[in-house]
T-cell receptor, first 113, second 115 residues
Framework: AQSVSQHNHHVILSEAASLELGCNYS??????LFWYVQYPGQHLQLLLK??????LVKGIKGFEAEFIKSKFSFNLRKPSVQWSDTAEYFC???????????FGTGTKLQVIP | ETGVTQSPTHLIKTRGQQVTLRCSSQ?????VSWYQQALGQGPQFIFQ???????GRGNFPPRFSGLQFPNYSSELNVNALELDDSALYLCASSPGGYRYTGELFFGEGSRLTVL
């Protein structure tokens, strides 16, 4: 069975601060990894994804994530957050080509101007 | 390119009633997945439909059922509603078969309140 753990439930940052959101997954085989974002009043949308290759992946709006296989982690980073990054962020894993995508419980990010 | 659309956006039902939620997939996508997102939780996988057949199911009871139509749109039916069924129901489409990667394209969701 696959599972995802997000360590931070609520993060508050000032604009221009750096962001790192933790994500650890549990699955014994090959995985596809995702970060989704849900801005206030909007639907869930893909921020970035990792299938294979370079473990450092870049997404939209300056976000990036690093896949560390030995740590089963896929942490999300952004060097300098903006007020418009206020949203809820979900890490997700799809293992072994199965239909199910497992999501973490989400991290609410609040950026203070 | 038309995105995923869901209806209705909000609805209120009472315990014991039945509800049908509808979803139109993004053009070019033949796979539809349904997720339940309770307050403060991440989306939980209900089931997936591919080529009009159920193609995987999460830990939800049989009173949660679905359909997929030849145009790849889908319905989620929930019978004998319980208070705990109150949640945001998300539909997501994706390319299916060998092209399925787990990348999901979500609709806005249908918020169900059970009183």
């Amino acid at each position: 069975a696959q599972s995802v753990s997000q360590h931070n439930h609520h993060v508050i940052l000032s604009e221009a601060a750096s962001l790192e959101l933790g994500c650890n997954y549990s699955y014994g085989g090959t995985v596809n990894l995702f970060w989704y974002v849900q801005y206030p009043g909007q639907h869930l949308q893909l921020l970035l994804k990792y299938f294979s290759g370079d473990p450092l992946v870049k997404g939209i709006k300056g976000f990036e994530a690093e896949f560390i296989k030995s740590k089963f982690s896929f942490n999300l980073r952004k060097p300098s957050v903006q007020w418009s990054d206020t949203a809820e962020y979900f890490c997700a894993v799809n293992g072994g080509g199965y239909q199910k995508v497992t999501f973490g419980t989400g991290t609410k990010l609040q950026v203070i101007p | 390119e038309t995105g995923v659309t869901q209806s209705p956006t909000h609805l209120i039902k009472t315990r014991g009633q039945q509800v049908t939620l509808r979803c139109s997939s993004q053009s070019g996508h033949n796979t539809v997945s349904w997720y339940q997102q309770a307050l403060g939780q991440g989306p939980q996988f209900i089931f997936q439909y591919y080529r009009e057949e159920e193609n995987g199911r999460g830990n939800f009871p049989p009173r949660f059922s679905g359909l997929q139509f030849p145009n790849y749109s889908s319905e989620l039916n929930v019978n004998a509603l319980e208070l705990d069924d109150s949640a945001l129901y998300l539909c997501a489409s994706s390319p299916g078969g060998y092209r399925y990667t787990g990348e999901l394209f979500f609709g806005e969701g249908s918020r169900l309140t059970v009183l």
